[in-house]
């Protein structure tokens, strides 16, 4: 009786001890300090279909990609789950038979044959970036594993050894090592393949393929027979992959926008990008040192930016100044904004496509322009002198619209333009700064018949546009800019202008179809003239090689609206028919009042004007004091005691002249 109450004395204490131990040992687990398993990842922006277009460093110049939930190949996991820790589901952190083993073998064998670590404990380890040599660091990987089992699930605890594995030099993450060794998203990999990114975490250096290949074959060989896999004559990669890096500009204008975004998706087609990309890369090649270009193609029925090219590369090689955007930057659009200027017009019932202007030597003030090549050809048609990029008509219709409502309808087709100073009508041949951003969207509302449609390059639901343009007016200057003859043996049918700023500083090209909108700029990004560089020359084949490369055909045009004219010049309403700026049977102007040596009283002053063509300048002693006046009653405000010449001057810069003496 004694003897049984010894042994269940003896019992009860083991039982107890037990406990004491368990929950001491629950405790002491229970108030292991974790460490932060959020770790920064790589910023990534995406093409339209996902794809990485580009993906910047984090600390230390890594590169750790984030790793989506099944964005690993499930064999490549299976894989790495039979050959590093078999009974990875069934442990609680710790595999004790592992454990067991590993010392086992390293008593029998004199030497460290297997680990026994768990990939919870590697994922400790990884954590806490701690070494593996000591018993004390074992201990702490064993004490975090326990912890990790606890507060995560198993696949949670996968997903972060497959984010935080090293695979050689700055490589961290199975994704980061399948794009840099293989160039290639791991969703489907090889047996090759996967065996190999199984291999390298365990000795990242001394395994790293474009160093050491021999010992990574080695290591890869060691994993497929390990699995079962067969086995392979396939070479291991011999150098690192370059990351995609396409349109670093706009990637580092949407980081700049948004500095706490881990990821942008963009509208941008990554093939679409990488052939512009290209064909920039060409042709700048040949351009000579310190020239730059940019492109856009953008889709001008939703607004999506396809293409964004800022400059051909990314860098300051040649002194192009590759690191500015161009895209952005403000320059003169030259005879770009022709096609707007036109259009107002015939929205405001000014002109017809088929309305006659007298291409002349005219004086607007005291600006008179003149045509790129010196030379006048009387009279044309708006459709002639659009096609021909005629200096005098435009700029007629400029003096005609206001220069301050040309500058209204380029912001409200969205675009900013840069000007010192009030507009003058210099505006109308380039005289004011715009990007290429703006120019594409201008064109952009041109092809979607006069509504604006704003860009986007972001994901983001883009804003519908207002109607700026009457549609027809629209669609006539898309007629007229579709019979502009293309550059060599490039297709016709596209609807495109070219530019030239002052000085050669600039060359342009903008152009759309049915669908699709693309604008090219080349110059050098300091301002320095390019001898010899003309937008029709140089800037227009590349415009016609990008839609060439965009697709095989152009998309077709809209049918006209119901409402647009189609007739020829003797057929359109009589003031439709001759501008009225080039009217050369109106009287020559006069001054009606103050008539010629008249002593006037100190008092404000009209001046009244017969015949000439408004809009009138007047001058006071040779100084301008009223412009583009259109009533033939002008006040000019009370003159200085004494003789005063006054000057009127007409649309067609001729003059009248008159001198008067104001007594005070």
């Known amino acids: 009786m004694r003897a049984a109450h010894r042994l269940c004395f003896a019992l009860g204490l083991t039982l107890l001890s037990s406990a004491a131990l368990r929950d001491g040992w629950d405790a002491w687990v229970a108030r292991t300090v974790l460490p932060t398993t959020l770790t920064e990842t790589s910023v990534e922006m995406r093409d339209r279909e996902g794809r990485l277009l580009r993906a910047f460093a984090v600390e230390d110049g890594r590169l750790r990609l984030a790793v989506a939930p099944g964005a690993v190949d499930p064999d490549s996991v299976d894989m790495l789950i039979a050959y590093e820790d078999k009974r990875f589901y069934r442990h609680a952190g710790v595999d004790g038979r592992a454990m067991l083993r590993a010392l086992g073998q390293a008593v029998w ?5 297997s680990g026994g670590s768990t990939l919870t404990m590697q994922v400790a380890r990884l954590l806490e970036n701690s070494g593996t040599g ?16 606890r507060q995560l699930t198993k696949d949670e605890i996968l997903h972060l050894y497959l984010q935080h594995a090293p695979y050689g030099g700055r490589i961290e993450g199975v994704r980061s090592a399948s794009l840099l060794w293989f160039g290639k998203e791991p969703q489907r990999l090889s047996p090759a393949q996967s065996a190999l990114l199984v291999a390298l975490p365990q000795a990242p250096e001394a395994r790293r393929p474009d160093r050491f290949p021999e010992a990574a074959k080695q290591a890869r060989d060691r994993v497929l027979a390990r699995v079962g896999a067969a086995a392979t004559a396939a070479p291991v990669p011999r150098a690192l992959r370059p990351l995609p890096r396409h349109a670093p ?11 706490l975004a881990d990821r942008f998706d963009t509208t941008l087609d990554g093939r679409t990008q990488r052939e512009m990309e290209t064909l920039v890369r060409t042709h700048a090649a040949g351009a000579g040192p310190g020239v730059s270009m940019a492109l856009i193609v953008a889709d001008h029925q939703s607004g999506e930016v396809l293409a964004r090219i800022g400059a051909p590369f990314y860098s300051d090689a040649d002194g192009a100044l590759g690191f500015v955007d161009m895209t952005r930057a403000k320059r003169s659009p030259g005879s770009t904004l022709k096609p707007l200027i036109y259009a107002m017009a015939f929205d405001r019932g000014l002109a017809h496509p088929e309305t006659v202007f007298a291409d002349r030597p005219t004086r607007f003030g005291r600006y008179a322009p003149q045509n790129f090549d010196g030379q006048f050809r009387g009279d044309v048609t708006a459709r002639a002198a659009l096609v021909q990029s005629l200096n005098i008509p435009p700029v007629a219709l400029t003096d005609a619209l206001g220069p301050e409502r040309l500058m209204a309808g380029l912001r409200a087709f969205g675009a900013e333009p840069e000007l010192t100073g009030a507009p003058g009508l210099a505006v109308a041949l380039g005289g004011v700064g715009l990007s290429l951003e703006d120019l594409v969207r201008l064109y952009a509302g041109l092809a979607q018949l006069g509504r604006d449609t704003p860009l986007r390059t972001t994901d983001a639901t883009g804003a519908t546009g207002a109607q700026v343009l009457a549609p027809r007016a629209a669609w006539q200057v898309g007629d007229i800019l579709r019979g502009i003859a293309p550059p060599g043996q490039a297709r016709a049918g596209l609807a495109y202008k070219t530019g ?7 060359a342009w090209a903008v152009g759309f179809d049915g669908q699709h909108v693309i604008g090219v700029w080349m110059g050098r990004p300091d301002g320095t003239p390019v001898p010899g560089a003309f937008g029709g020359a140089h800037a227009a084949p590349i415009l016609f090689e990008a839609f060439g490369r965009l697709k ?36 020559r102007p006069s001054v009606a009042f103050p008539p010629d040596g008249a002593r006037l009283a100190q008092a404000d002053t009209v001046v009244k004007v017969d015949g000439g063509a408004a809009p009138f300048t007047v001058l006071i002693n040779g100084v301008p004091v009223a412009a583009r006046q259109r ?20 649309a067609a810069g001729r003059s009248a002249r008159v001198s008067v003496e104001m007594r005070p």
């Open 249 to 259: 500009h706009l990637a580092d204008a949407l980081r700049l926008g948004d500095p």
């Open 552 to 587: 095989p055909d152009y998309a077709p045009a809209p049918p006209p609206p119901a409402d647009t004219l189609v007739l020829t010049t003797a057929a359109l309403p009589a003031p439709l028919r001759r501008f009225g700026h080039a009217a050369q049977d109106i009287a």
């Open 500 to 506: 030239t700023s002052y000085g050669h500083r600039d």
């Open 631 to 650: 009533s033939r009653a002008i006040h000019i405000g009370a003159l200085e005691p004494g003789f005063s010449d006054i000057a009127v001057i007409d």
């Open 134 to 149: 000591s018993v004390r660091g074992k201990l702490r990987q064993m004490r975090l594993a326990w912890a990790l089992e």
């Open 109 to 113: 064998a004199g030497d460290v044959v």
